[in-house]
């Protein structure tokens, strides 16, 4: 059974750049088929896809967050990770890495137990 865990600073200030990692077990991120994704749910909003990577290390990002967002991955320790760039207090969210073979879902087969970001000075 995989399972995903986010991890990274729970404070970043404004104009700032945020970094989480998130780091599976269970199964292999090169494994064919699934997208591995980042997707955040800000305080009474819905939860948002904001990108994802594949087995060859394509990525796909949320157009409104294109400019700001980077996912990369490191497959010799099976972790991929997510940067978002220039963020402001309406970036405060919950994170969560998923897998699935959906891109652009946000209700994954597979994800993490969430880490909370909040953006402040």
């Known amino acids: 059974q995989v399972r995903l865990q986010e991890s990274g600073p729970g404070l970043v200030k404004p104009s700032e750049a945020l970094s989480l990692t998130c780091t599976v077990s269970?199964?292999?991120?090169?494994?064919?088929?699934?997208?591995w994704s980042w997707i955040r749910q800000p305080p009474g909003k819905g939860k948002e896809w904001m990108g994802a990577?594949?087995?060859?290390?394509?990525?796909y990002y949320r157009p409104s967050l294109k400019s700001r967002t980077s996912i990369s991955r490191d497959t010799s320790k099976n972790q991929f990770t997510l940067q978002l760039r220039s963020v402001t207090p309406e970036d405060t969210a919950v994170y969560y890495c998923?897998?699935?073979?959906?891109?652009?879902?946000?209700?994954?087969?597979?994800w993490g137990q969430g880490t909370q970001v909040t953006v402040s000075s």
């Open positions: 269970g199964g292999s991120i090169t494994t064919n088929y699934y997208y």
């Open positions: 990577i594949d087995v060859s290390g394509s990525t």
């Open positions: 998923a897998r699935d073979v959906v891109l652009g879902t946000t209700t994954p087969t597979a």
